[in-house]
């Protein structure tokens, strides 16, 4: 069983930046033939997609982030990071990370909720104005 843990959330101004990291645990397949991704959840509003990467290195992004969010994906150490610059109050949320088994990976569906198996128990992450 895959287990995500994400690390990194915290409090952060307006125009600021913060790194999240997410470890990956239980892997049986090699870790790059995973898609992974992010999503955030403010309080009352659904889950949303925000970055996802199919294999090592082909990335997309939800258009609220393009330009200020970055992913990376370290196979050697089973990580996922999300590099977040230009802070916005509206990037709060929690962050979660997620993945899914490439052989189950459909590109589409990879920054919506239903395109991930597995998923972490999320970090915080509040930008204050």
């Not at 994400?6 to 870790?31: H, M, N, P």
């Not at 330009?67 to 109050?89: C, E, H, I, V, W």
Request: aromatic residues 8%.
């Amino acid at each position: 069983q895959v287990q995500l843990v994400e690390s990194g959330g915290g409090s952060v101004q307006a125009g600021g930046s913060l790194r999240l990291s997410c470890a990956a645990s239980g892997v049986t397949d090699k870790y790059s033939a995973y898609c992974m991704g992010w999503f955030r959840q403010a309080p009352g509003k659904e889950r949303e997609g925000v970055a996802a990467i199919v294999g090592d290195s082909s990335t997309m992004y939800a258009n609220s982030v393009k330009g200020r969010f970055a992913l990376a994906k370290d196979t050697t150490k089973n990580s996922l990071s999300l590099q977040m610059n230009n802070l916005k109050p509206e990037d709060s949320g929690t962050y979660y990370c997620a993945a899914v088994p490439a052989r189950q990976c459909k590109a589409a569906r990879l920054l919506l909720p239903a395109g991930h198996s597995y998923w972490g128990q999320g970090t915080q992450v509040t930008v204050s104005s």
